[in-house]
């Protein structure tokens, strides 16, 4: 039983800051490389950040560069990603997905294909 499930979604100003988290159950977080993509309405999924593991090689989209920050806590099973300067364009279903690597990967490919198991999604509204 391999479960990842988002939260944290909601309404915010442009400006305003999130954190989103992703609980997972089913697996040892260590061995798993993480991923945050998103969706807006009309356009395809993109890799929004992803990590091979806590001390690997972390990729952010050009767009959120300096704004959004990846994280995890191994202990309590949990991913986050914390938005800071929130903007319109930043409008889109959020999910958070996972993929086993081996201990000496330190980069994956932030993209879709490379991850197997999703969470559900929540939603995040950047609007005045």
């Known amino acids: 039983q391999l479960q990842l499930v988002e939260s944290g979604g909601g309404l915010v100003q442009p400006g305003g800051s999130l954190r989103l988290a992703c609980a997972t159950s089913g697996f040892t977080l260590d061995y798993y490389a993480i991923g945050w993509f998103r969706q807006a309405p009309g356009k395809e999924r993109e890799g929004v950040s992803c990590t091979s593991s806590s001390d690997g090689i972390t990729y952010y989209a050009d767009s959120v560069k300096g704004r959004f920050t990846i994280s995890r806590d191994n202990a309590k099973n949990t991913v986050y990603l914390q938005m800071n300067s929130l903007k319109p364009e930043d409008t889109a279903v959020y999910y958070c997905?996972?993929?086993?690597?081996?201990?000496?990967?330190?980069?994956?490919?932030?993209?879709?294909?490379?991850?197997?198991?999703w969470g559900q999604g929540t939603q995040v509204t950047v609007s005045s």
């Open positions: 997905a996972a993929e086993r690597v081996a201990p000496i990967v330190t980069s994956v490919p932030c993209s879709e294909s490379f991850f197997a198991y």
